[in-house]
């Protein structure tokens, strides 16, 4: 098969410009890898969190939903739920917990312009002067719509994140109804806007998604301290794990303890027993998906 | 949206269906009738509605309009000279098309299937590959059953 | 004339080329996205790419189906603008991941990492979908090419037109329920399916008649219907106006007001005008494809439309011209010498007439024998039987797919065991599956007929069909291979020391002087069975209960551990073990705080005591038996 000069001259032109495109791959990225050094102040990330707090959308709709039971996925437990409830009458919107979150999940910083834009990686934010974050919904629309199964609802009532698993399809934070996806547009590392306060959660690579996991690190911790210690001493009622006394970290820095966290199918947590008598509301959006993070107002 | 609207929504369809595929009638003017049932459709849906805030609009309404427009297109097949059961076959295989793939959208927010109408018709459409000559009689039969799919399923 | 087209094509191309390098390194945060929608103009893109990817099988496919006439040449350049126009929709879901090295983990094949798609996703469904429209329009479109040589072919087109005509809807009925399966407010819409179908149609015909200006002459046909096809438009704007109250008034204009000049005959018969028109329609649907994908467009949180955007526009257009008139000048070059491929056309408007003649023959040939004659046994036509049987296996392979995904097969378990698979859910996976299939079998019932047949011709290139399709397979299954077995595992470079820790974490700190005041009055090494729980619980998940690693686990989520085998922990040393599980290493997390120094010593002790069980077979029965003891322990853990 013949190749006339046009043709020679056309696929040399091609070649010519893949080369191109990838020469310009790598010099970004030795470009990149000085910066990588550098590793952000605290202050920086207080900053951030005053900024974002003054952007914040003020108002937020709630309706009325009742108390969270059990879910009723496949693998289910029938023990525990973790989940939350913010008590509107006791919390100011300081935002402490918004910068607690940060440092205990190593939310990163965003570039400037997306700042401008209020794409903020926070997983916790003000929303109507209250923290708002993933409701953890038991029949979570984003579950549903991951190709890959990364987003998955463990049996504990968490709706988990598998980084490595994620393509970035971005479909979860599109079907997400209140936007608590945060995807992460930009390489934080090679940026030099994240820092690694806790060890014990890994940096997010640059492509995925991510939200809210109800510390699922710390409930991790207590659950294999919980069974490392059931040798010495297992009394029946505690021989199954419950995750009490486990905190997040939103909950631990609020100063008016309107961050209440715990286990909705245990009747000694504290979740239980201080939302007994109040009145429980969801966002709209979520209140027919089985939220498991709701607010709290008044008393029954 | 009460019984009655419905049932004359089922009533219009056959109005419409009576008037397409004549002899002589052209392209342009079947092509017109279609098109503007489907505006029609659309209006009566939104006026029959009752809820004239349609950002709160009854999620099962959303494909109304395209449910009366596959009504209308399998009413109209009687009226065929050439190929009818083809076309037959193919109308409420659009039908069935347009109730699954709506009731898979509105499924994942949170609204049952309606499965005893998608078996029906689909019932009916395999049902229909094996009609021979399709008589007057048939033809009423398949009327009867395509209405009371709409009215009762 | 095709060369100058090719040409400009190319010249929007390059710059084109620029932009996908750089949205592909710099990543979703180079084109306009939105706080809201996160997806932007490569999603626009793939709509409307897939939409015009519609007019080469519909009106060869369908037409052939129903029975309409349509000229071999207006057909062959439909479909392959189908295969052009997918090749884009292709790049674009693509080039629009996050993480596109991971893409294949949408493919809902099982691999060796135990992990297997979410089927449920309607992403998943469009992979599906788009993966079996491609190759069965390929396939269709070499039957067309090849049927004049072979003229055993031509028996086979019909068949894979009905087999085609169900999945072209099929595919952008999907590709709707991308966005009607949401909870987007401006997406819901029950309506979508047919909406999508009816806007896919519309701009596939607009395409068509584009094409055909550029070839020089015209069907009147498609003209006509590209007409009606702007007035349904209408209908489902105005429903969408109604529902939801946002109304796109450009593309409004553009396909549903402008495309009513055909009316005058002046536009209509110039071919200026024609391809103006046709040029409207598009940019219409392309703005409406916008305006759906976007819906903050408009609103101030919205980011501009920057010169990404603007180049993947271009890349699409400009690569579409390049291939297509490419391909096109190629086949007229070689092959219509010999006047055989493309058929010849003398402007008049045969696909009517030759309707007109059929219909009025078909009438009077029933009038004549009686109706008895012209009655078919319903599934025995030629057509019919040719498809029965592949179809037939492909529904049970369907079926067979449905029942496993969903945990119904009494011998095989699920992939799933924390999600409910519904009904709903994988309905929209049975049709491509079964097509797939049942083309399968038809390809290797063509090529058993043409080996059957007397001329040697069509039996060497049965032969040679057979030979690249042998190719092919061994290619694919090496691909797979790979994907199965989870490809290379490199090392990321991200490591827990890259991060120096200035800030101490206060709870860290309160543990490490814990331990250390506690680490002194602890035996150097801990009660065994307590260790043994600690290993268990801390480690087992990816070490495995007895210091292999636990290999279906381990590859979901990490590049592969270290076994931990007696020459390798000598090699480490005690202490740099201990450092290892303090501060981590490479994918090994840091436990420091997390376990006490006591623990530690122990674990890796531990270790050295499986390693020694490991490497002695004598002592592999108590191991055994322990491993099962303590599995019962670490059972109800959650990963």
Same mark, same amino acid.
């Given at each position: ?300 | ?153 | ?417 924390? @999600?409910? =698979?519904? &009904? #709903?859910?994988?309905?929209?996976? %049975? +049709?491509?599956?079964? *097509?797939?299939? $049942?083309?399968? /079998? ?29 190719? @092919?397979? =061994?290619? &694919? #299954?090496?691909?797979?291979?790979? %994907? +199965?077995?989870?490809? *290379?595992?490199? $090392?990321?470079? /991200? ?145």
């Amino acid at each position: 098969m013949g190749m006339d000069r046009r043709e020679f001259i056309k696929s040399c032109s091609l070649v010519a410009v893949m080369g191109l495109l990838y020469g310009c791959r790598k010099s970004a990225v030795l470009g990149d890898i000085a910066s990588q050094l550098s590793v952000p102040e605290l202050k920086r990330f207080e900053d951030e969190v005053r900024l974002a707090m003054s952007q914040a959308k003020k108002t937020l709709d709630l309706v009325k939903v009742p108390t969270p039971c059990a879910l009723k996925i496949p693998g289910a437990s029938t023990l525990n739920r973790f989940g939350m409830a913010i008590d509107l009458d006791a919390c100011d919107g300081c935002g402490k917990c918004i910068l607690a979150c940060n440092l205990e999940n190593n939310v990163p910083l965003v570039p400037d312009e997306d700042a401008a834009r209020g794409r903020f990686m926070h997983w916790v934010e003000l929303r109507g002067n209250a923290p708002f974050m993933c409701a953890h919904c038991g029949n979570a629309p984003c579950e549903r719509v991951c190709p890959t199964g990364a987003a998955n609802h463990t049996p504990d009532g968490l709706s988990a994140m598998m980084y490595k698993r994620c393509t970035g399809s971005r479909f979860c934070g599109a079907n997400c109804p209140v936007q608590a996806r945060k995807f992460n547009f930009n390489d934080a590392q090679k940026l030099g806007l994240a820092r690694q306060f806790n060890r014990e959660v890994p940096l997010r690579d640059k492509g995925v998604m991510e939200k809210c996991s109800l510390c699922l690190h710390r409930l991790q911790n207590d659950r294999l301290a919980f069974k490392t210690k059931l040798s010495v001493a297992a009394t029946p009622e505690d021989a199954e794990w419950r995750g009490r006394g486990v905190k997040t970290a939103c909950a631990e820095a609020c100063p008016h303890k309107a961050i209440v966290f715990g286990n909705w199918l245990d009747e000694k947590s504290p979740l239980v027993q201080q939302t007994k008598d109040r009145i429980l509301y969801a966002p709209r959006e979520l209140a027919a998906l089985d939220p498991s993070v709701v607010f709290m107002r008044g008393s029954r | 949206m009460t019984p009655l609207v419905n049932a004359l929504a089922c009533l219009v369809a056959l109005g419409v269906a009576s008037l397409l595929w004549k002899p002589k009638s052209s392209f342009y003017r079947n092509a017109a009738l279609l098109a503007g049932f489907l505006l029609f459709a659309c209006l009566y849906t939104y006026l029959g509605s009752e809820t004239f805030d349609l950002k709160y609009l009854e999620p099962q309404l959303e494909h109304y309009p395209l449910r009366m427009l596959m009504l209308c297109l399998c009413l109209s097949t009687t009226s065929l000279t050439l190929y009818r059961r083809r076309y037959l076959v193919l109308a409420q295989g659009l039908w069935c098309w347009v109730e699954l793939f709506g009731g898979i959208a509105l499924y994942y927010r949170g609204i049952d299937v309606a499965w005893v109408r998608i078996a029906a018709l689909a019932g009916i459409t395999l049902g229909s590959t094996f009609l021979s000559r399709i008589s007057k009689e048939m033809e009423f039969c398949l009327m009867v059953f395509w209405i009371a799919i709409w009215v009762f399923f | 004339m095709f060369r100058y087209l090719m040409l400009a094509g190319l010249a929007l191309f390059l710059p084109g080329l620029y932009a996908l390098g750089y949205s592909v390194y710099q990543g979703p945060s180079a084109w306009m996205v939105d706080s809201q929608t996160f997806w932007g103009t490569p999603i626009s893109l793939f709509v409307f790419w897939i939409g015009l990817a519609h007019a080469g099988t519909l009106l060869s496919a369908i037409f052939l189906a129903l029975g309409i006439k349509l000229d071999r040449r207006t057909a062959l350049i439909a479909e392959l603008s189908t295969l052009v126009c997918l090749v884009f929709a292709a790049i674009f879901p693509l080039m629009h991941l996050g993480v596109v090295k991971n893409f294949y983990m949408v493919v809902p094949l099982l691999d060796a990492r135990g992990g297997m798609a979410n089927v449920c996703s309607p992403l998943v469904w469009d992979f599906c979908c788009i993966a079996v429209y491609a190759l069965l329009s390929l396939f269709f479109f070499a039957i067309h090419l090849k049927s004049r040589e072979i003229p055993l072919l031509e028996k086979y087109r019909k068949p894979m037109a009905w087999l085609l005509f169900p999945l072209v809807l099929w595919v952008h009925t999907i590709v709707s329920l991308d966005f009607a399966t949401t909870f987007v407010p401006q997406w819901r819409g029950a309506f979508f399916p047919l909406y999508f179908i009816a806007g896919a149609i519309l701009s596939g015909l607009a395409l068509v008649n584009l094409l055909l200006c550029t070839e020089g002459y015209r069907v009147r046909l498609l003209e006509r219907l590209m007409l009606v096809g702007s007035w349904f438009m209408i209908g489902f704007w105005l429903w969408e106006f109604l529902t939801k109250g946002t109304f796109c008034t450009s593309a409004f204009i553009f396909a549903g007001v402008l495309p009513q000049l055909r009316i005058v005959s002046f536009v209509r018969e110039h071919r200026t005008g024609r391809i103006f028109l046709s040029l409207s329609v598009l940019l219409g649907l392309f703005l409406e494809r916008y305006f759906l994908v976007s819906p903050t467009q408009g609103s101030s949180s919205a980011a501009p439309f920057g010169w990404v955007d603007m180049g993947l526009v271009a890349l699409s257009v400009g690569g579409f011209m390049l291939l297509f008139f490419g391909a096109r000048r190629k086949l007229s070059l070689s092959m219509e010498s010999e006047g055989t491929y493309f058929g010849e056309v003398d402007g008049s408007d045969m696909a009517m007439v030759e309707e007109a003649a059929r219909e009025a023959e078909a009438l009077s040939r029933e009038k004549k024998r009686g109706i008895d004659l012209s009655y078919i046994q319903p599934w025995s036509s030629d057509e019919y039987k040719v498809l029965h049987l592949p179809l037939l296996v492909g529904f049970a392979a369907a079926l067979v797919f449905s029942l496993w995904v969903s945990a119904q097969l009494p011998f095989a378990a699920s992939p799933y065991e924390n @999600i409910e =698979v519904a &009904f #709903a859910n994988i309905v929209p996976l %049975f +049709y491509p599956i079964a *097509a797939l299939i $049942a083309a399968g /079998e038809l390809l290797l019932a063509i090529l058993h007929h043409l080996r059957q047949s007397p001329d040697s011709a069509h039996v060497t290139f049965a032969r040679r069909i057979s030979t690249i399709f042998a190719a @092919i397979l =061994v290619v &694919f #299954a090496a691909v797979a291979g790979t %994907f +199965y077995a989870g490809g *290379a595992s490199r $090392a990321s470079a /991200e490591s827990v020391e890259a991060s120096p820790l200035n800030v101490e974490n206060p709870i860290e700190k309160y543990i490490r002087e814990m331990s250390n005041e506690s680490a002194e009055s602890l035996p150097a090494t801990m009660d065994s069975a307590e260790i043994k729980l600690l290993w268990n619980a801390r480690c087992a998940k990816c070490h495995g209960v007895d210091g292999r690693f636990n290999e279906k686990f381990v590859r979901e989520y990490y590049p592969v551990p270290q076994k931990l085998d007696a020459a390798r922990i000598d090699s480490l040393g005690l202490d740099s073990l201990e450092k290892v599980v303090l501060d981590g290493r490479v994918n090994m997390s840091a436990f420091r705080g997390r376990l006490t120094e006591a623990e530690i010593r122990g674990l890796v002790a531990y270790m050295r005591h499986m390693a020694g069980d490991l490497s002695s077979s004598s002592a592999g029965d108590s191991a055994a038996v322990d491993s099962s003891a303590v599995d019962s322990a670490a059972a109800g853990e959650a990963p």
